[in-house]
């Protein structure tokens, strides 16, 4: 399948992508909003609710603007790595579930989002400084035979 089979074939399939597919994917964290779909040998998460995904949205662009210069980043909107990605979406829900109860195990990132509106008054309002020390301190997972 190519490239545009494959992205047409997603946009039929997802109509509301998740924020955080790469952090579900990677195992980073569980959502109970969130559908799988393969897609030929691909798999891609759907949020089922649409207003909780504009929650997800607006939380992720406002972690990856905070963690720009974590990332070492000239502009809070440039094209994120892979690996820079993966940062700001584990990294930043560890550290949001920190901030909120201590620990760093994300059990359901709808539930997290929605605690943290209620806890701080908007995501807005978040103690990001906090936050982006775990995106820092953030890990991938390295290559077989990487040191």
Known sequence: MDETAYRQARQAAVQHPCAFEKALLAGCCACSLAQRRHIAEREAVACLDAVARASCVLLLQ????????TLHLSRADEQLTHAQEMKV??????GLQRVLSGSGEVEDVSRLV???RQAQGGLEDLPYSEI???VAAYRTRRRAGQP
């Open 62 to 69: 406002l972690l990856r603007r905070n963690a720009a210069f």
């Open 89 to 94: 979406q584990c990294g930043g829900l560890a």
């Open 114 to 116: 929605q605690s943290a």
């Open 132 to 134: 982006v020390q775990s």
